[in-house]
């Protein structure tokens, strides 16, 4: 049976995870897990991609990592063939280490990347040694198990080096004393009865996320056992616009300068088609958006984007005007789609 293919393009986020053959230990000891990390960090750097969140456990292991030039199945097949071959050579043995290919969920970054991170940060309290301890408890084994890039989120001098953890605290704050105190409540409340993995969203078809991006990626993204070269759509978003590059073009099309379409206390229907347009061609997440457009806060993206839509669903007036910017926008940029 054919194998489907990895949902892969430019500006993904993925939660990976792998699993030791057999279930068996996949690190003996620190040697090897140094040795994991260090076969990661060379993964990452030749294929351009950005570690977000990561846990290592006795017989597998969580990441989260973002794919600028849409590649993750090629940087995962350098990793961890590269590791396997290193742990094989220290141990003097030889086979697979892994039970079969590496598992990936696509995640809907907006809407679950937060709650992602949060779940493989926690991993460690998931075994039976944590069964029936207080949350007081389990947070003490967290914040003392090396293994995890949680350290890294709560104090920059404890991250490695090919660790980035801006985007994910943006959610909290951004990466400063404030944010990084959001972050560790966050992660805490977890530690309460009832907290539902995310990851149970993507069974059966590989994305966390929300429906309209689920729609959006099986409509721009096309069928996932397609070839490449059936998917057009694909192809194109390597070829996205940077986004102070589709800035500079909106305005110009629109008319009315950025800080008149950015200034705070407005909803004009200009901005959230700016928002939309930056989500839609840069890959650019909503926190990184409301940076972009002056300081505004990813949740204020979220619903100006949120009233975008539902405009464009019901006035066609607006969706006329959206569509001639847009085509607007790509003909300025050669982008063809």
């Known amino acids: 049976m054919t194998r489907p293919l990895r949902i892969n393009y430019p500006g993904a986020y ?4 792998c699993r030791g053959n057999e279930r068996r230990s996949i690190f003996a000891d620190e040697k090897d897990l140094f040795l994991f990390l260090d076969k990661l960090a060379l993964s990452l750097e030749i294929y351009s991609v950005i570690l977000l969140a990561y846990v290592c456990m006795r017989n597998h292991f969580h990441l989260i990592v973002k794919t600028p030039r849409g590649n993750l199945s090629e940087c995962m097949r350098h990793f961890n063939i590269s590791y396997t071959t290193a742990y094989n050579h220290r ?12 598992k990936a969920f696509l995640i809907d970054a907006d809407n ?6 949060r779940y493989i940060h926690l991993n460690p309290v998931r075994t039976r040694v944590a069964e029936g301890k207080s949350a007081e408890e389990k947070w003490r084994i967290v914040m003392k198990y090396r293994w995890s890039s949680l350290q890294g989120y709560l104090s920059p ?8 953890c801006s985007e994910i605290v943006s959610y909290t704050g951004g990466d400063n004393p404030k944010g990084r105190e959001g972050y560790r409540q966050y992660v805490q409340s977890g530690l309460g009865k009832g907290l539902e993995n995310p990851l149970e969203l993507g069974k059966g078809h590989g994305v966390v996320g929300e429906n309209e991006f689920i729609n959006w990626v099986k409509s721009t993204i096309g069928k996932v056992g397609a070839a490449k070269r059936e998917q057009p759509a694909l192809r194109e978003l390597g070829r996205l616009l940077e986004p102070e590059e589709l800035v500079r073009h909106y305005v110009q099309i629109v008319g009315k300068r950025k800080e008149e379409i950015c200034r705070k206390g407005t909803q004009l229907a200009e901005r959230g088609m700016l928002m ?6 840069c890959n650019v997440p909503q926190p990184e958006i409301g940076r972009l457009l002056g300081g505004i806060d990813y949740s204020a993206v979220s619903q100006s ?6 405009g464009l669903a019901t006035d066609a007036k607006l969706k006329s005007k959206f569509d001639k910017i847009t085509a607007s926008l790509l003909e300025m940029s050669r982008i063809k789609i």
Request: glycine share 8%; aromatic share 16%; charged share 25%.
């Open 91 to 102: 141990h003097h043995r030889s086979g697979h280490l892994y039970q079969g290919r590496f």
């Open 14 to 17: 993925y939660h990976i995870t």
């Open 112 to 117: 679950y990347l937060l709650a992602v991170s």
């Open 157 to 164: 001098g404890k991250r490695v080096r090919f660790l980035s």
């Open 276 to 281: 939309e347009l930056l989500y839609r061609f």
């Open 305 to 310: 984007r949120r009233r975008l839509r539902a």
